[in-house]
Structures are given as structure tokens and as C-alpha cells.
């Protein structure tokens, strides 16, 4: 009886480990998508890449190699009924972003697309959406 305790206990301590381990990992990998009615393709995107996924990193807290950042030029998009530069972004990320966070995602990601793709900051907006582990489901 004694051993089925220890058994039973060492199974329930492993699943414990296993399933912060696991949370852990999914907690570092925010997703930034943004999507923009600026033409891009005479744009070198590589600095836009790398300075997004460096801002990303350092305000949400996680290793650059686990941000992923899509970006969409020329898309449809009218903003106050004009088609000047404008752009829509999302971010998803498992990591809890407070309002401070969010702010600073807003003010930073903003400044990126005015310098690099011309876009005032009066014409972005950024999307927030806060997963958890509890909503997501086992495939």
C-alpha cells in the first residue's frame, strides 16, 4: 500500500513538472500580426522584421527566437474613410499583457511603422488578445 502512495504521488509530481514545463513554452511565444494597406514590395522588410521582433521580445519579456511577426502590404484597408498609410495589428501571446504592457506595445510598434513604412501613429491600431492555457485545446 505504502509503495502504490509513492507510486501514485511520483506519477502525480511528474505530471505537475511536465505540465509546467509545457505551459512554460507556450507562455514565450507572442504572434504579432500586422496587416497594412502600404505597398511593400519595393520595401526592404528585414530591418522591419528584426525591429518588431526585437521590440516584441523586450516589452512582452520572451527570447526574440520565439516571436513570430506576419506582415501583409497592399491590403484593403480605409481608416477615418481615407486610403492613406494606415495599419491593423493583432498580437496573441499566452504571456498575461496588462495595460502597462499594451501601452508600451502600442507606443513602440507604432513608432517602427511610422519610421519604417511611413504610417502615422494616429493611424494604428493594435489588437490585444490574452490566451490561456486553460482555452486552448489538445490536438
Request: with cysteine; net charge positive.
Amino acid at each position: 500500500m505504502r509503495e502504490a502512495t509513492k507510486t501514485t504521488t511520483a506519477a502525480k509530481a511528474n505530471q505537475s513538472v511536465n505540465h509546467s514545463v509545457s505551459d512554460k513554452h507556450a507562455i514565450r511565444m507572442p504572434c504579432l500580426d500586422i496587416s497594412t494597406n502600404v505597398n511593400l514590395d519595393a520595401v526592404d522588410t528585414d530591418p522591419l522584421f528584426s525591429d518588431l521582433t526585437q521590440a516584441v521580445s523586450r516589452i512582452v519579456g520572451v527570447s526574440e527566437n520565439l516571436v513570430m511577426i506576419l506582415i501583409k502590404g497592399s491590403v484593403g484597408l480605409t481608416f477615418g474613410g481615407t486610403k492613406e498609410a494606415a495599419a491593423f495589428a493583432e498580437i496573441a501571446s499566452m504571456a498575461d499583457i496588462n495595460t502597462n504592457i499594451k501601452r508600451q506595445l502600442i507606443s513602440t510598434i507604432g513608432s517602427i511603422l511610422e519610421t519604417k513604412l511611413c504610417i502615422p501613429k494616429t493611424r494604428f491600431v493594435l489588437k490585444v488578445f490574452n490566451i490561456t492555457s486553460s482555452s486552448n485545446s489538445k490536438l
